[in-house]
């Protein structure tokens, strides 16, 4: 996660050097998903920025990555978000971004691997391995499981290949569910 802050940063900056408005939302509002995982009180200042970037553009994906940011802020805090997932499963499915219907279904695992409610998880996972059955964004599934502690299903194709190997990849999507039961927002 520090690498893809890092990253996104580095991308906002360049965006904004070169006067490339689209480009310097887009990076924003993926660096408003990445801290929403990590630094829920960050995110909000990520998110505060991203909307203020893409006042005035016509960004439909990416404006759509800062409600599943959001989301992904709230995760295991609010009762509200099943109904804002709902929301934008919606607006998605009306939008045909595949993409966003799968990151969105991975926001709505951590939030329910974060409040430990194994039937809406089972839920989530179902919709996002049925979303991922072609194989893109299938790692998603992965992450998603790596989350809720649980060993990954069996599917066709090769397994993804991770940075690391996947028992750390594991551990540090593990961590993440860990560490933000601790928090209260």
Do not use: C, K, N
Not at 113 to 130: K, M, S, T
Not at 148 to 175: E, I, K
């Amino acid at each position: 996660m520090d690498r893809a802050t890092a990253a996104y940063e580095t991308a906002r900056a360049e965006a904004e050097q070169h006067g490339i408005a689209g480009e310097r939302a887009t990076a924003q509002a993926q660096l408003a998903f990445v801290t929403a995982f990590t630094d829920p009180e960050r995110a909000d200042d990520e998110l505060d920025l991203a909307h203020h970037l893409l006042s005035g553009l016509d960004l439909r994906a990416t404006t759509l990555t800062t409600q599943i940011a959001a989301l992904i802020r709230d995760a295991g805090t609010t009762a509200d978000l099943d109904g804002r997932a709902r929301l934008l499963r919606t607006e998605i499915s009306v939008g045909g971004l595949a993409s966003a219907q799968a990151t969105l279904e991975l926001a709505v695992a951590f939030h329910h691997a974060v409040h430990g409610a194994d039937d809406a998880l089972d839920a989530a996972l179902a919709r996002l391995e049925e979303l991922t059955r072609s194989g893109d964004y299938a790692y998603y599934t992965d992450i998603a499981h790596f989350m809720a502690g649980r060993p990954l299903p069996a599917r066709p194709g090769p397994p993804a290949r991770w940075l690391d190997d996947a028992a750390a990849t594991r551990g540090r999507w593990r961590t993440l569910v860990t560490a933000r039961r601790g928090v209260t927002r």
